[in-house]
């Protein structure tokens, strides 16, 4: 099993749809990521938690929440899905000092 | 705030070709830098690191090095395959323990 487990891989929803990306990980790690990836624009930030009570925005958050269910478990949701919500969404897991980081396999996202 | 300036791209060479794909950066106090690749339909996975001044990181034939005086990390390769055909990305970690990506790079190495 991997690392970093996303689910779905590959997702196609209307707009103004509340749609769910899981991601689990099994590195037994507090930090845990969500990054959006554009062509040209490398990743940015989503959100971000530090352990399960700690919740933080990152560069882009609008129209995004997240849940962190369980140490090892984070999911994010976007309430009424816009056709520019189309990307490629990574999660990540990383060490205490920010040098290690296992990032999942994608969810690509396509928003009609 | 922390930033990452990568080469643009794309960038496409022949096999066995010399590789070099510029990173600057911008960062308070001292980051670390990394390199990321991602192959077609996969996530990223981290080449190499280095967490202080002057230092080199190197895996699979990649080196960079850790330049604090022009704020650089610049990968290289000596003789580029077919298989190192991917997506390049710098990041740092900074202050706030965060990494920050640059835009990628797209290399193709025709063989």
């Known amino acids: 099993d991997a690392d970093v487990t996303q689910t779905p891989r590959n997702r196609i929803t209307k707009t103004g749809k509340r749609i769910m990306l899981e991601c689990s990980q099994t590195?037994?790690?507090?930090?845990m990521y969500w990054y959006r990836q554009d062509p040209g624009l490398g990743l940015r930030l989503i959100y971000y938690?530090?352990?399960?009570?700690?919740?933080n925005k990152g560069e882009i958050s609008d129209g995004y929440s997240v849940s962190r269910q369980a140490q090892a478990k984070f999911s994010l949701s976007l309430e009424s899905a816009i056709p520019n919500q189309t990307a490629l969404y990574f999660c990540?897991?990383?060490?205490?000092?920010?040098?290690?980081?296992?990032f999942g396999s994608g969810t690509r996202l396509t928003v009609v | 705030g922390d930033s990452v300036t990568q080469m643009e791209g794309p960038v496409t060479l022949s096999e066995e070709a010399f590789l070099t794909i510029n990173c600057t950066y911008t960062?308070?106090?001292?980051?670390?830098l990394f390199w990321y690749v991602q192959y077609p339909g996969e996530g990223l996975q981290l080449l190499l690191k280095?967490?202080?001044?002057?230092d080199k990181g190197s895996n699979k034939g990649f080196e960079a090095t850790y330049r604090k005086e022009t704020t650089s990390f610049h990968l290289e390769k000596g003789s580029v395959q077919v298989s190192d055909s991917a997506v390049y990305f710098c990041?740092?970690?900074?202050?706030?323990?965060?990494?920050?990506f640059g835009s990628g790079t797209q290399l193709t190495v025709l063989p």
């Open positions: 990540a897991t990383s060490e205490p000092t920010g040098k290690g980081y296992t």
């Open positions: 590195k037994g790690h507090d930090r």
């Open positions: 938690s530090f352990d399960v009570k700690d919740i």
């Open positions: 960062a308070t106090g001292y980051p670390s």
């Open positions: 280095a967490t202080k001044a002057d």
């Open positions: 990041a740092l970690s900074g202050s706030a323990r965060q990494l920050t």
